[in-house]
């Protein structure tokens, strides 16, 4: 299984921007799709955003226009872009692969989970 090591977050002040990083272990994640879940206080872990081996990429609905998810050219590490912070969006924030994606929603599919990252926007 691969391992995977999320970075980045961090307190930031509502309409602040964040870039989570995730890094995996090694060069089988190249062909795998990964994506960012969140779960904040009380709730389910919840889909963000997902990116395949070819670059397409997934959003939950809410967050398509505020958060990008990119890869680096080794596709060995995925990037989430938040920008426009709310205070809805405290959470700790995970990585997982691979996934399943359809439409706009990715499922983890035995998927590896990183630590976890927590992402605190103040009002």
């Known amino acids: 299984q691969v391992q995977l090591v999320e970075s980045g977050g961090g307190l930031v002040q509502a309409g602040g921007s964040l870039r989570l990083s995730c890094a995996a272990s090694d060069d089988t994640s190249s062909a795998l799709t990964m994506g960012w879940f969140r779960q904040a206080p009380g709730t389910e872990r919840k889909f963000v955003a997902g990116?395949?081996?070819?670059?397409?990429?997934y959003y939950a609905e809410s967050m398509k226009d505020r958060f990008t998810i990119s890869r680096n050219g080794a596709k060995s590490a995925v990037f989430l872009q938040m920008n426009s912070l709310k205070p809805e969006d405290t959470a700790i924030y995970y990585c997982?692969?691979?996934?399943?994606?359809?439409?706009?929603?990715?499922?983890?599919?035995?998927?590896?989970w990183g630590q976890g990252t927590q992402v605190t926007v103040s009002s």
């Open positions: 990116i395949n081996w070819s670059g397409i990429t």
């Open positions: 997982a692969a691979p996934l399943e994606c359809s439409g706009n929603e990715c499922y983890p599919h035995f998927a590896s």
